[in-house]
């Protein structure tokens, strides 16, 4: 049972244009939502969360947006640079609970120069 | 700072051998400690959880298990592997079950069973 998917298995934008990376849960208790890119060879770096309290959060060049009724959330990254190049995790937890984090399957991204 | 070192980067291992993986942290104190595995084409899963020195809570029942014998240092073993245990294992610290605490991982290890 995969509680939150990332369908998109990877994705491509030219350098300069906006990645929107998506992201779906099915548990309706998931309330803090987590990005992390990931780099091969290297573990995850956290990038940005959002509380469900909010629907958007901002960090530079990256927003995270909240659709609680849909169960939806995205990460947009604006302008996308070719650093960006990697695999994004989405994940998702209850802070009524243990807090342990339930992890997506990633998006690899390529930024094009 | 934090810094969160794991080794080795890189491990292959003939099935039916003993394994172990070392974690340790630097920088905090009693800090939450995780094992993930990312196998091929998947996403992380959670295998082990500790908020403590010797206490362990499993996810996955397998052949694995970890154990927390100093505040900072997380170990995963197993006594013999399988072919399914292959895949990337990460390691991973949050400074309390908060949640606005991210987890912050290692650079994993490679484990490829022959």
């Known amino acids: 049972d995969q509680q939150v998917k990332q369908n998109s298995p990877s994705l491509s934008v030219q350098e300069g244009r906006i990645s929107i990376l998506n992201c779906d849960y099915t548990?309706?208790?998931?309330?803090?939502f987590l990005w992390y890119k990931k780099y091969p060879a290297e573990g995850p770096t956290f990038l940005i969360s959002?509380?469900?309290?909010?629907d958007k959060n901002e960090d530079g060049r990256f927003t995270v947006f909240l659709n609680k009724s849909a169960k939806h959330l995205s990460l947009h990254i604006v302008p996308s640079q070719p650093g960006d190049s990697a695999v994004y995790f989405c994940?998702?937890?209850?802070?009524?609970?243990?807090?342990?984090?339930?992890f997506g399957t990633g998006t690899r991204l390529k930024v094009l120069a | 700072s934090q810094t969160i070192h794991q080794w080795p980067a890189t491990l292959v291992q003939p099935v039916g051998s003993p394994l172990s993986l070392e974690c340790t942290v630097e920088?905090?104190?009693?800090?939450?400690l995780y094992w993930y595995r990312q196998a091929a084409g998947r996403g992380l899963q959670l295998l082990f959880y500790?908020?403590?020195?010797?206490?362990i809570s499993s996810e996955v029942p397998q052949n694995l298990s970890a154990s927390r014998p100093q505040d900072r240092q997380f170990i995963l073993s197993s006594k013999k592997l399988l072919l399914s245990d292959s895949g990337f294992y990460l390691c991973?610290?949050?400074?309390?079950?908060?949640?606005?605490?991210?987890?912050?991982f290692g650079d994993g290890t490679r484990l490829s069973i022959l």
């Open positions: 959002i509380s469900s309290i909010k």
């Open positions: 994940a998702a937890t209850t802070t009524s609970g243990t807090y342990k984090y339930i």
């Open positions: 991973a610290w949050s400074r309390s079950f908060t949640f606005d605490q991210p987890q912050h």
């Open positions: 500790s908020v403590g020195i010797g206490q």
């Open positions: 548990n309706s208790m998931f309330d803090y």
């Open positions: 920088g905090t104190s009693n800090p939450n």
